[in-house]
């Protein structure tokens, strides 16, 4: 995960997990029509861990982003996108390079993933359904969406109290 850390050089986003990759090129002249997996096991973005994810990607035209499918099914969460990613493989090429984005549909995703982004929150359990759109440009990393919180806790360090939390709707 290391290369994709070094693309997106981001200060607040880390991932972790170990590659397993199949891609079929049947042209290298055109690379058109390219598709592939990427399986990738215990996959981890700074301290949330989401288990195994497996990222589709299919290239209709080698001068258009990439069309992407990601899954992730772990415990009781979901987490499914949909989106796309700038791969330049020949020049010139007119987007913005390695640029993304991906539209997800959470199901019981979990409240601790805002501890990723907010460093006085700890101690977070439950979660919601929602959507999030993860997405960059030119390089800067950007999160938006709508989650409810169906039924979770967590503490605000400095309060030293429990927060709980239900059926509330959250805008990132």
Known sequence: MDIVNDLLQSHTVHFKGIIGTEIIIPS????????????????????????PLRI??????????WNLKLISKSLNQDLMGTGTINVPVFKPYTYHPFDFDVNFDLRNFPLSFIEN???AVSGS???????????????????????????ATTHIDYLIVPINIINQPIRI
Request: aromatic share 10%; net charge neutral.
């Open 56 to 65: 589709s990607f299919d290239v209709p035209d080698a001068r258009q982003p």
């Open 117 to 119: 982004f907010i460093d």
């Open 28 to 51: 290298l002249k055109t690379f058109q029509d390219t598709r592939g997996t990427i399986d990738i096991t215990d996959f981890t973005l700074n301290k949330s861990h989401f288990g």
């Open 125 to 151: 359990t439950g979660g919601g359904v929602g959507n999030i759109r993860f997405y960059s440009e030119k390089n800067k990393l950007n999160i938006e969406g709508n989650v409810l919180i169906q039924k």
